[in-house]
């Protein structure tokens, strides 16, 4: 009896991994998936890399798509209009420089982040080592925290702690992952999102220049990238 419940527990947790993964995905490798995670102990690490190339396949199935690079330019946008409105002001503006009128504006390029970063994640593939999952639990965690900080200010709720210990926990993800990304031969890419992580660090007006800059580095680096690839290139990696 208790061999049959631990084959149905892990016929189910097979189903439920292999669920994660696109139809067109599932019909050329579900069966082999399944078999094996029936048969395997599923560790910590095997289970975030599952999760991992779900999401990989997702965002780079033959015909990609194009969300993380167009999230990336949304957010860049947004980051520069920020940016600019704060610079028109007659005087800086306090600790952390939002504005009731412009506040949109960070709410979309932090909302604009999470799929971005995603997708620049997945870029490191199975090599993306400890520094590169730290980077991305922190970048996730942090952005999303923030844009709680972010809807609390839209509300006029009281903001200032969270908002601190979320931006400063997204600037760290965010620049440990561009730390990654340099290590694993992506320089460019890598410096500009170290920067844009970076530049939470500088007073606000500063600040929020520096981040929308790096991130319009970011952007570009990608939509070149992006427009780079041949159709054959892109339907690589989703057998990898």
């Known amino acids: 009896m208790q061999l049959n419940g631990d084959l149905a527990s892990r016929r189910e947790r097979a189903a439920r991994y292999v669920g994660l ?42 015909v990609p798509s ?34 009731d009128d412009a506040l949109p504006l960070i709410l979309l390029s932090v909302a604009a982040l999470l799929p971005a970063l995603v997708g620049l994640w997945l870029r490191l593939g199975d090599t993306d080592g400890a520094i590169g999952r730290i980077g991305i639990v922190l970048a996730m965690t942090g952005h999303v925290a923030w844009l709680v900080a972010l ?23 965010t620049a440990a992952l561009g730390v990654a990304l340099v290590g ?10 170290a920067a844009a992580g970076l530049a939470g660090v ?29 159709p054959s290139t892109r339907g690589t990696r989703l057998a990898g």
Do not use: C, K
Request: charged content about 15%; glycine content about 10%.
């Open 151 to 173: 809807g609390a200010a839209a509300a006029h709720v009281a903001y200032g702690a969270l908002t601190a210990a979320a931006a400063t926990v997204a600037m760290a993800g």
């Open 184 to 193: 694993r031969g992506q320089v460019p890419l890598g410096v500009l999102l």
């Open 66 to 99: 194009p969300l993380p690079v167009a999230a990336a330019l949304v957010a860049s946008a947004s980051a520069a209009a920020h940016a600019f409105v704060l610079a028109t002001q007659p005087v800086p503006t306090d600790w952390p420089g939002y504005l």
């Open 202 to 230: 500088a007073p606000p007006g500063l600040g929020w220049t520096a981040f929308a800059a790096a991130w319009t580095g970011v952007a570009f680096l990608l939509v070149i990238d992006f427009a780079g690839r041949s």
């Open 21 to 62: 993964f696109p139809r067109a995905w599932r019909e050329r490798y579900g069966d082999e998936l399944a078999d094996l995670l029936e048969n395997e102990p599923l560790g910590l690490r095997a289970r975030f890399d599952l999760v991992r190339g779900a999401l990989d396949a997702r965002l780079h199935p033959p």
